[in-house]
């Protein structure tokens, strides 16, 4: 497996526990996606006007950032599997979608997650018994913050922000974290 584009993060957004989100703080169009603790890939399937799929950017390798680590409780320096990929609809990316798998929870049946391909995780997540939901957190990104970049990269310049989630899930105990990036061409059409 290749090694992963590396984000070097010194300044990260300021995430903080969903529970504590106020509809006041975020944009209307995002909020209920933020919110919504469900498949993204069904949700988006379901208000897409066109087809579905998921556009990889890189998989492998790779190091967390520095709050990642945190809340994948990772050693500093240990390596996760990282995959980075678009959600489009109608061949327009909605979503950037980033997952950390450490090496320590490539085990039994989380090592099927790095064998994904073109796949949606969270079709696997979601219909798989053994996955259970931890913490999730919301951020707003700005252009300053490594993982802003990340997501808007090849995009059409000129948002001042963005907002993501990402949600601790554990695979018959071991650790994964997604982060989900809702891209500014497509909030308007979020239903």
């Not at 208000?47 to 579905?52: A, I, Q």
């Not at 990340?150 to 982060?179: C, D, M, Q, Y």
Request: with cysteine; hydrophobic share 40%; proline share 6%.
């Amino acid at each position: 497996m290749k090694r992963s584009r590396t984000i070097h993060a010194t300044l990260e957004p300021a995430w903080a526990d969903w529970r504590r989100l106020r509809h006041a703080q975020v944009p209307a169009p995002v909020y209920h996606w933020l919110r919504d603790t469900g498949s993204l890939t069904a949700r988006i399937k379901g208000c897409c006007d066109g087809p579905f799929r998921v556009r990889v950017i890189s998989q492998g390798w790779g190091r967390a950032l520095n709050s990642e680590n945190e809340l994948l409780r990772m050693r500093r320096g240990e390596w996760a599997i990282v995959r980075e990929v678009q959600l489009l609809c109608a061949a327009t990316p909605w979503v950037f979608a980033r997952t950390l798998i450490p090496a320590s929870s490539l085990k039994g049946a989380a090592r099927r997650l790095t064998l994904l391909g073109d796949r949606p995780l969270g079709q696997v997540l979601f219909s798989d018994s053994q996955v259970r939901r931890g913490r999730t957190e919301v951020a707003r990104l700005l252009p300053r913050h490594p993982l802003f970049a990340a997501a808007t990269s090849g995009l059409e310049p000129g948002a001042s922000e963005i907002w993501g989630r990402r949600t601790l899930f554990h695979l018959t105990g071991h650790p994964l974290l997604v982060n989900e990036i809702f891209l500014p061409e497509a909030i308007g059409r979020y239903r």
